[in-house]
């Protein structure tokens, strides 16, 4: 994940989240400001944790049990990201 400043300039890893001037992502650094209590979140602590926590897996029922968990703590959005795309069959690329 790379925050941007207005220049276009990405913001080095360490970089505090308070010397962010954007409004990109906003919601992930006041989420982690929230969520790091002890020191200044930088930009490198919001890509780990959006590495680590913006992905479910299994089945069905699982994966709608953990979007319940994130409904009940106040998440609002979520965007839907195929991990593979399958390619068409034989079939469909004939018509």
């Known amino acids: ?10 913001y080095p ?15 992930f650094t006041e989420w982690l400001s929230k969520a790091i209590t002890d020191r200044e979140p930088l930009i490198e602590d919001l890509a780990w944790l959006q590495a680590r926590n913006s992905r479910i897996v ?3 029922e699982q994966i709608a049990d953990e ?7 106040g ?19 004939r018509r």
Do not use: F, Q
């Open 1 to 10: 994940m790379a925050i941007l400043d207005r220049t276009g300039r990405v």
């Open 13 to 27: 890893p360490k970089t505090p989240l308070s010397e962010v001037g954007t409004n990109t992502s906003k919601g």
């Open 58 to 60: 299994g089945a069905a």
């Open 67 to 73: 979007l319940e968990r994130w409904r009940d703590v």
């Open 75 to 93: 998440v609002d959005g979520i965007n839907v990201i195929n991990w593979v795309i399958p390619a068409p069959s034989r079939s469909s690329a």
